[in-house]
């Protein structure tokens, strides 16, 4: 599903040039549930952002179900973000004066899908997630549980090829923590490709293959096995 | 453009802080007002002016001697002459474009003498031998009787047109006026009709203290032979009388023998130019108008574009958000312009009406106080209403462009990282 071939990242700070990411060779095959991990600074959110488009590398190759990602213009690359990719961040990035119905449904506007079809659809999905009975709710009326999952629902809603998870967890605490996490699994078991950015092991071990990332180079690529969210639920 | 969610959209965005939307609408409201404040007034003042011209011949010049300050052919310096009445037949067949050449005589003038007598009544007006044409160049109503006509010039008949002025100072309120008769100086004429002026201005009084006789009785009785002592000449419309007057003067010099380059001997005042002079105080006026209107106006787009770059920036993250999902970058910038439009046109409609209301009040009030100099009926028609909203359709274009290109210059990265 993945393919990535020696990518090299580096920011210029003034005269300073930082390199991030430096050669990262790796491939994710369809129906994986993968952990990114690696302390701040390690260059997993860069690696994250180049796979979601949001950035460019500067060198190696970029292969997303075997199209070449590489020098984009920003409507084709909105596009294939729209396509392939289903984005979830740490913070939710909900637009807080839309309902969670119009958030799960903005991504199948963006295709310019008709109305009624849309918000049919997205009601599907919130009702995946459990959230059927808020769809009328404001983001700040719900609770960081339910916002993630509203978030969650949204990334799925265009049947992305790729889920690609920025510290999903990060602004939840333990025990909502898992239960979003339950419900990533689930996504997986239904054959989803997920990407797990996180610093948390618990939250790794819960992924079932886990890249560890430090300055920049992969230091070990493992199979784990997979701990089911709902043992700690 | 009229998609729902797209609108839906707009509103959520611009009622999210209604008071930032409204106070930034004042400034486009504001120019607009201004704008057709200004227009209407100018054009309130262009139809009061109108008006003062009334229904009057503008074409027109008027031409009379005086004497001569060069000797020719023979002629000495210093010689009196007068137009005669083959004159007028000579410039008809010489200018075929004029449409009216009115030979007058003219008796008393302003703070004259007595001159009419009825009964125990006197009075000083002044007294014009006229051909019935004067009628189309200095228009006035009948309000009783005739006007004068060409059997009376052809028959010589002692009959005369009086004012309204005239009227009320030598006849009792109910007393009948026509044929009763009149003395003008020592001459009887019969009154065959009365006339009223329409004017607004000052010399309101003076046009109605007036007396028509034709042309041919007044020279017979007054004893003035063929002599014409003013024309008043009228040109057809197209061909403007300011072209031909130096023609005309010339004509009438070479007549009467006076010296080509004797400025003083030939008299005359071009009306037609003075009308046009007013006319371009008009265009001059809605110069202004349209000037100042424009520049207050656009000062309130430049609220309208700063409060647009504010809701970008305040919406950087929400645009990163958005183009992750997928938006087109063009799609956001619309969604930009849109907004920006939609504000400058509600804002600029509520000047529009707040604009029509204001004439509205305006007009009602010069109804209910009578007419006042120089000023009747301010409007600014469709034309200008149609040309404002072209301008705030292309001014919420402009005030929306630079926010709109600024909120799709960030890179969506830089735009998620934004709090």
Redesign the interface.
């Known amino acids: 599903m993945i393919e990535i071939k020696d990518l090299h990242k580096s920011y210029k700070m003034g005269s300073n040039s930082l390199h991030v990411l430096k050669g990262i060779n790796f491939s994710v095959e369809e129906g994986e549930l993968v952990a990114i991990m690696g302390s701040s600074g390690s260059g997993k959110s860069t690696l994250l ?1 180049i796979l ?1 488009m ?2 460019e590398a500067d060198e190696g190759e970029y292969m997303l179900d075997d199209i070449p990602i590489k020098n984009l213009n ?2 084709k690359a ?6 392939f990719l289903g ?1 979830i ?1 740490q913070s939710f ?1 909900l ?1 807080n ?2 309902t969670a119905l119009e958030n799960v449904a ?2 199948l ?3 310019k899908m008709p ?1 009624k079809q849309r918000q049919e659809k997205a009601l599907k999905y919130l009702e995946q997630v459990g959230l059927k009975e808020w769809s009328h709710h404001l983001p700040s009326e719900l609770s960081g549980g339910q916002k993630q999952r509203v978030a969650i629902a ?1 990334a799925m809603v ?1 049947e992305p090829k790729v889920l690609l998870a920025d510290e999903l967890t990060g602004a939840l605490d333990s025990k909502t923590s898992y239960e979003v996490m339950e419900l990533i699994q689930n996504i997986n078991d239904q054959g989803n490709t997920i990407l797990v950015v996180t610093h948390e092991p618990d939250i790794a071990q819960m992924c079932k293959r886990i890249v560890h990332l430090k300055d920049g180079v992969i230091v070990k690529d493992e199979k784990v096995k997979q701990v089911r969210a709902t043992a700690h639920v | 453009m009229f998609n729902r969610d797209r609108w839906q959209e707009i509103l959520e965005v611009l009622t999210s802080n209604w008071f930032r939307t409204v106070l930034t609408s004042f400034g486009v409201f504001w120019g607009i007002l201004i704008l057709i404040i200004l227009l209407s007034a100018g054009k309130g003042l262009e139809n009061g002016i109108r008006a003062d011209f009334g229904d009057i011949a503008t074409n027109t010049m008027f031409i009379w001697t005086r004497s001569t300050t060069k000797a020719h052919m023979g002629l000495p310096i210093g010689r009196n002459f007068r137009f005669k009445i083959q004159d007028v037949v000579t410039l008809k067949e010489k200018f075929p474009q004029l449409r009216y050449i009115s030979p007058r005589n003219q008796l008393g003038g302003f703070g004259g003498n007595n001159n009419v007598v009825r009964g125990i009544n006197t009075g000083a007006y002044n007294v014009y031998g006229d051909y019935p044409e004067i009628i189309k160049q200095e228009p006035m109503a009948i309000t009783a009787g005739r006007f004068l006509n060409h059997n009376d010039i052809n028959a010589k008949r002692k009959i005369a047109v009086i004012g309204l002025g005239v009227r009320n100072e030598l006849y009792e309120k109910e007393e009948e006026v026509l044929g009763s008769y009149i003395k003008i100086q020592g001459v009887n004429f019969m009154v065959v009709g009365t006339y009223k002026k329409r004017t607004s201005n000052g010399d309101g009084e003076e046009g109605q203290k007036e007396i028509y006789v034709p042309f041919t009785a007044f020279s017979q009785a007054f004893n003035q032979g063929n002599n014409v002592g003013w024309m008043s000449i009228t040109a057809n419309d197209g061909y403007p009388i300011t072209d031909m007057k130096m023609n005309i003067v010339n004509e009438m010099k070479s007549v009467h023998k006076v010296h080509p380059e004797d400025t003083r001997a030939v008299g005359f005042f071009d009306l037609y130019e003075e009308y046009n002079k007013v006319e371009s105080l008009f265009g001059a006026m809605s110069f202004i108008g349209y000037f100042v209107g424009v520049l207050v106006l656009l000062s309130g787009i430049i609220g309208v574009s700063n409060i647009m770059l504010i809701v970008v920036k305040e919406r950087t993250k929400e645009i990163g958000i958005r183009r992750a999902l997928g938006e087109h970058p063009w799609s956001i910038k619309k969604q930009i312009l849109l907004e920006s439009i939609f504000l400058t046109i509600i804002s600029g409609m509520a000047g529009i009406v707040f604009g029509a209301l204001f004439i509205y009040g305006v007009n009602a009030i010069l109804d209910a106080n009578g007419p006042v100099d120089m000023f009747m009926n301010p409007s600014v028609n469709l034309g200008v209403v149609a040309a404002a909203l072209v301008i705030l359709i292309f001014s919420g274009l402009l005030a929306g462009f630079i926010p709109a290109q600024s909120a799709i210059k960030l890179r969506p990265i830089d735009a998620l990282r934004t709090e």
């Open positions: 952002n979601g949001l950035d920003e409507t909105a596009n294939y973000r729209n396509k984005f961040f990035n637009i004066y839309k903005l991504p506007y963006y295709q109305r949204r265009a």
